[in-house]
C-alpha cells in the first residue's frame, strides 16, 4: 500500500477513535456501559476479510509463494478446478502436487508439472504424509515448499518426490519463472525430505530430514550453488529442519524445525549459523526446553525475522505462537503467548498474517479460550511491538512488548472429517496487495471452498469485504422509570470480519434518520452493551443498524414497546 494512503487510513482511524469516543460518552450517560478504553496507537490496515474467488483442490495445499501476479501452490492433491464448482464439477482438471493460478483474477493457470514419488516397500508406516498404495507398500510426493529467486525469475520445489514429468529430480527441482519449464541443470541427489528452502543470488540453502546429498554426508542441512551443485556448507541438526532463512546482509542463515542441537549445540528449535563456514553465530532467543517445533520463518526485510511453532505435548510455558526475532543477533523483539499451533507466517505491509488454530491470547488481550469462537485459523498481527503485556501468561512476562492482535476475521473449517491433520489452513503469503491462504480447509467464512482463497487490499479490483457479524439479535425495550418514563433501547453490539469500531444507528420505523449514532469497539469476544433513551415519544418499534468503516452494514430485528 503506498505510504501516502497508509498516512490517510491512520489519521482517519484516529479521527474515528475521537468521534467515538465522544459520542459514546454523550449517549451513554444516563445508562453508563464498559469503562473507557485507553487511547489507542495508530494500527496498520490489513487485507479486507471476504474470500475472492480462487481456485480449488482435491486435497491439501502445504505451500503457497506469490511471484509476481502467479501463485505457485504445492501440497498432495490430484486435481483442480475453477471457484465456486463441486468436486468433479465443471472445469476440473488435472493437477499432481504443483499448479499456479493468476492472483489478480483467480484464473487457473495452464502449469501443470506431474510431481510423483517412487512405490516403496517398508514395514514401519512413513507416516500422514505419504500414502499408502498395497501391503506395506507407500508413496511419498507431497510437496512442502515453495521459494522463488530473489530475481523471481527462478522457483525451486522441495518435498517428497523423486520425480517430475517423468524425469528423476531427488526431493527439489527448480523451474523458469517466466515460461515454466523445468530446469534441467538443476538436478541435485537429496536422500531424504526437503522442507526448507530459501534462496539468495548464488546459493539455495536447504533443510529437512536428509542425511546426504550427491551422496556426501549432510546433517538435515545443505547448500547448493544455484546450477545445483553441492556447496561446502554443512551444519548439523539432530532433528527434522522446517524452517530456513537466509540473510546475507547478515551473513547467517536462520533455522527453525524440531531438533534440539545445532553443531552438537543445545538449541531448541531455532537457531542462526554462519551463511558460509556454517558454524553457530550468537543467537539470544530461547524457547522453553520442551517439544517446541518452529515451522516458518519470513522476513519484513528490515532486519527481523517472524517465526511460527507449536508443541507437540501439552502443559507449561510453550510457544505455540508467533515471536519476531532481531536478525543480527537473535534479540527477541516480541512473543505474542498464543496458544494453537501455527503452521505458517507470512509479512506485509507492517502486519504479520499467520495459518494457525490460535486460541487462548490473554497475553495480549486477545482471543480469549472460552469466548464465542473457539479457534482463529487465519490471524493478523502488527509487525511491531505498540504495548506491553498487561500480565505474565504463557512465556510472555507482564511489561514485555508485545504486539497487538488486529481485527482481520476471516473463518475456515478444519478441513474433511477424515483428515488426520484437521488444521484447516496450512500455508500462507502476502505481498502487500494480496494475501493467499492454502490448506485442508473444504470452507471459507460458511460457504465451500477447498484448499485455497485469496484475500486483497482495500482499493484492488474485486476485493471482498466482511463486515457487521451477524446474529445481531433485536434490541430490548424497557421504560426509564421501571414501568413508566421514555423509552430505552438496549443492545448487544456485534463484530465485524475487519475494522474494531462499529456505527450503531437507532432507528425507529416511521422515521427515515436514525434517532442516534454511537461508536464502538467490539471483537468476536468482546461484545459490549450499548443502550438510548428516546424522549421524543412513548412508544414505539425500534432496530439497531450497524455500519462499519468500509459501508456494510446489516439491521437487527425489530423490537417494540406499548
Known amino acids: 500500500m503506498p505510504p501516502a494512503r497508509q498516512r490517510r487510513q491512520r489519521r482517519r ?41 480462487t481456485p480449488q483442490t482435491d486435497g491439501i495445499v502445504f505451500t503457497v509463494a506469490i511471484v509476481g501476479d502467479v501463485v505457485y501452490a504445492g501440497g498432495r492433491f490430484t486435481r483442480a478446478r475453477p471457484a465456486g464448482a463441486a468436486p468433479g464439477g465443471p472445469g476440473e482438471v488435472p493437477r499432481t502436487n504443483l499448479m499456479a493460478f493468476d492472483v489478480r483474477t483467480g484464473e487457473l493457470l495452464p502449469w501443470a508439472p506431474a510431481v510423483s514419488g517412487s512405490v516403496f516397500t517398508s514395514a514401519t508406516d512413513p507416516g500422514p504424509f505419504c500414502r499408502q498404495v498395497g501391503t506395506q507398500q507407500y508413496v511419498c510426493d507431497t510437496v512442502f515448499r515453495i521459494e522463488a529467486a530473489p530475481d523471481r525469475r527462478t522457483i525451486y520445489v522441495g518435498g517428497d518426490f523423486d520425480k517430475i514429468d517423468g524425469q528423476w529430480r531427488s526431493r527439489i527441482a527448480a523451474f ?73 546482509e547478515h551473513g547467517r542463515v536462520l533455522l527453525g524445525g524440531a531438533f534440539r542441537t545445532v553443531n552438537g549445540e543445545a538449541r ?18 530461547r524457547v522453553p526446553e520442551g517439544r517446541e517445533v518452529v515451522t516458518d520463518i519470513a522476513t519484513d526485510g528490515e532486519g527481523t525475522a517472524y517465526f511460527g511453532a507449536y508443541h507437540t505435548a501439552g502443559g507449561g510455558p510453550r510457544f505455540e505462537g508467533r515471536a519476531a526475532i532481531a536478525i543480527a543477533d537473535g534479540t527477541p523483539r516480541w512473543w505474542d503467548g498464543c496458544y494453537g499451533d ?35 485459523r487465519l490471524t493478523a498481527e502488527t509487525a511491531a511491538a505498540v504495548r506491553t503485556a498487561p500480565a505474565t501468561v504463557n512465556h510472555v512476562r507482564a511489561g514485555d ?42 470452507t471459507v467464512n460458511g460457504r465451500p471452498q477447498q484448499g485455497l482463497v485469496r484475500f486483497a487490499v482495500r482499493g484492488v479490483p474485486g476485493a471482498v469485504n466482511k463486515g457487521p457479524q451477524t446474529p445481531f439479535r433485536a434490541p430490548t425495550l424497557s421504560r426509564e422509570n421501571g414501568t413508566t418514563g421514555s423509552p430505552v433501547i438496549r443492545w448487544t453490539t456485534t463484530w465485524d470480519g475487519q475494522n474494531s ?41 425500534y432496530w439497531i443498524r450497524a455500519v462499519d468503516a468500509d459501508g456494510e452494514r446489516i439491521g437487527s430485528p425489530q423490537a417494540s414497546i406499548g
Open 13 to 53: 482511524r484516529a479521527m474515528i477513535a475521537v468521534v467515538a469516543a465522544t459520542a459514546t460518552t454523550a449517549a451513554l450517560a444516563a445508562h453508563p456501559a464498559a469503562p473507557a478504553r485507553a487511547a489507542e496507537p495508530a494500527l496498520p490496515p490489513t487485507v479486507t476479510a471476504g474470500a475472492m474467488p
Open 176 to 248: 523458469d519463472a517466466v515460461t515454466g519449464v523445468l530446469d534441467t541443470g538443476f538436478r541435485p541427489r537429496v536422500a531424504g525430505r526437503v522442507r526448507g528452502i530459501s534462496v539468495t543470488a548464488d546459493t539455495v540453502y536447504l533443510g529437512g530430514g536428509f542425511r546426504s546429498v550427491d551422496g556426501v554426508a549432510r546433517g538435515r542441512l545443505a547448500a547448493v550453488g544455484r546450477d545445483g551443485t553441492l556447496r561446502p556448507w554443512a551444519p548439523t541438526a539432530d532433528g527434522e529442519v522446517f524452517a530456513v532463512l537466509a540473510a546475507p
Open 268 to 285: 531448541s528449535a531455532m537457531m542462526a549459523v554462519d551463511a558460509t563456514g556454517g558454524a553457530n553465530v550468537p543467537w539470544q532467543a
Open 342 to 376: 501455527t503452521q505458517s507466517v507470512a509479512v506485509a505491509g507492517g502486519v504479520v498474517y499467520a495459518a494457525s488454530h490460535t486460541h487462548d491470547c490473554s497475553a495480549i488481550g486477545a482471543a480469549p479460550e472460552n469466548g464465542p469462537i473457539d479457534y482463529y
Open 401 to 442: 512488548p508485545i504486539p497487538e492482535f488486529l481485527p482481520w476475521f476471516p473463518g475456515t473449517n478444519s478441513g474433511p472429517a477424515d483428515s488426520h491433520f484437521k488444521n484447516g489452513p496450512w500455508a500462507v503469503d502476502a505481498d502487500g496487495r494480496y494475501v493467499v491462504v492454502g490448506g485442508e480447509f473444504t
Open 501 to 541: 469500531e462499529i456505527r450503531y444507528e437507532v432507528m425507529r420505523v416511521g422515521r427515515s434518520t436514525p434517532l442516534h449514532a454511537v461508536e464502538a469497539r467490539s471483537r468476536p469476544w468482546e461484545l459490549p452493551q450499548l443502550s438510548y433513551v428516546d424522549r421524543e415519544v412513548d412508544s414505539g418499534t
